[in-house]
């Protein structure tokens, strides 16, 4: 797993709530994603980034924010969760000059 | 917007028998990866085949590549039970060389 770990692994909360789920590695990989992956979509790009404090959004960022201040951080936002953004979270990072991804365990968000 | 279509969605087959699995892209690409995914899990990188090879092998893997048909194939030979799992392809297009675009992905499974 390139010693990727995401927090927590799962959680229910409930519509509106603000809701934070956060990635750490340790293999100091420069590139870091927040994908989702639900039934009939595959996997799907919210955000990324590929340096500390540069991020930039993906196919699916509406109603998600990302931060990142340390190499080793990625956090995921949802401002005010929606019954919509049930699912399965997904971190991935990339090290310089190599084009394969290391993928978190996921994270089951459930939005009542 | 999703990259990769994968076919088919669903494999079932006997232990030893080989399993091919097919995707098709939309733009032109400097690489298609794929990945393996068991249940409830992360996704796991298999093999990477540049835009300019044809043909790849990992083991039990081959892989190849139709740039003029914009397709890749996956096969497994000599399946085992333990290759049970979804299978993703993975394109990143030349204008977002550090994106990953996933297909929906074929889901195998192998009968003992």
């Known amino acids: 797993d390139a010693g990727i770990t995401q927090s927590p692994r799962h959680k229910v909360t409930e519509t509106g709530t603000p809701v934070t789920l956060r990635c750490h590695q340790t293999?100091?990989?420069?590139?870091m994603y927040w994908y989702r992956q639900d039934p009939g979509h595959g996997l799907r790009l919210i955000h990324y980034s590929y340096g500390v404090k540069d991020t930039d959004k993906g196919e699916v960022s509406d109603g998600y924010s990302v931060s990142r201040s340390k190499t080793e951080d990625f956090l995921l936002t949802l401002e005010s969760a929606t019954s919509s953004q049930t699912s399965v979270y997904f971190c991935?990072?990339?090290?310089?000059?190599?084009?394969?991804?290391?993928f978190g365990p996921g994270t089951r968000l459930t939005v009542t | 917007s999703q990259q990769g279509e994968e076919d088919p969605q669903a494999l079932s087959i006997q232990e030893g028998e080989n399993a091919t699995m097919n995707c098709s892209y939309k733009t032109s690409i400097n690489n298609l990866q794929w990945y393996r995914q068991n249940s409830g899990r992360g996704l796991v990188h298999l093999i990477l085949?540049?835009?300019?090879?044809r043909e790849k092998h990992s083991g039990r893997l081959r892989v190849t590549l139709d740039t003029s048909k914009k397709s890749s194939s996956l096969l497994i030979t000599a399946s085992r039970a333990a290759d049970t799992a979804s299978y993703f392809c993975a394109t990143d297009e030349i204008q977002g060389a550090q994106k990953l675009v996933f297909g929906q992905g074929t889901r195998l499974t192998i009968n003992p």
């Open positions: 293999e100091n990989h420069r590139y």
């Open positions: 991935a990072t990339q090290g310089q000059g190599v084009y394969e991804q290391y």
């Open positions: 085949i540049r835009s300019n090879e």
